[in-house]
C-alpha cells in the first residue's frame, strides 16, 4: 500500500488523462501500472512524473507498461553486442521504455543476452535515452 501513496499523484494523472483499462497492483513490492494512454504525449507526461518521484529510476519498485492507443509493438531479437540504448537508437526509443516493456524478461537493464527477443515500443515523437 505504501507504493500506492508514493504514486498517488502518477496514478491520479494516469486516470485523468484518459488512460484506458487501467490497472494498478502493488505485488512483491513493486508497483504495476498497466493501461492504453490516449497520446504519446501523455505517456511522456508520465514518465517524466515518474523520473520527478524517482529520479533515475533507482528505486526499481514501479513498472508502467502504457501502450499508445492504436499503437502497437515490434519484436526485435538480442544479438551478441547490443545493449538496450543500441538497440533503443535503432529503433528510435529510449533504452528505458525498451527496458520497462520487457520487465518481466529484463532483471537488469545492463544485463541482455543474445536470443532475447524483446517488445520494442512504438516510436516516440520525443524519445529520451
Given at each position: 500500500m505504501?507504493?500506492?501513496q508514493k504514486y498517488s499523484d502518477l496514478v491520479k494523472t494516469a486516470?485523468?488523462?484518459g488512460t484506458a483499462n487501467l490497472q494498478v497492483r502493488e505485488q512483491n513490492n513493486?508497483?504495476?501500472i498497466d493501461g492504453e494512454v490516449p497520446s504519446e504525449e501523455v505517456k511522456q507526461q508520465l514518465w517524466?512524473?515518474?523520473n520527478k518521484i524517482d529520479p533515475d529510476?533507482?528505486?526499481a519498485d514501479l513498472v508502467m507498461n502504457l501502450q499508445v492507443a492504436g499503437g502497437g509493438s515490434t519484436e526485435y531479437e538480442v544479438v551478441k553486442g547490443d545493449s538496450l540504448s543500441?538497440?533503443?537508437q535503432?529503433?528510435?526509443v529510449a533504452w528505458k521504455e525498451i527496458f520497462e516493456a520487457n520487465r518481466n524478461i529484463i532483471s537488469n537493464p545492463d544485463l541482455i543476452q543474445p536470443g532475447w527477443k524483446l517488445k520494442i515500443p512504438?516510436?516516440?515523437s520525443s524519445a529520451k535515452s
Open positions: 505504501a507504493l500506492q486516470q485523468t488523462s513493486v508497483l504495476y517524466d512524473m515518474y529510476y533507482r528505486s543500441k538497440i533503443g535503432k529503433f528510435g512504438q516510436k516516440s
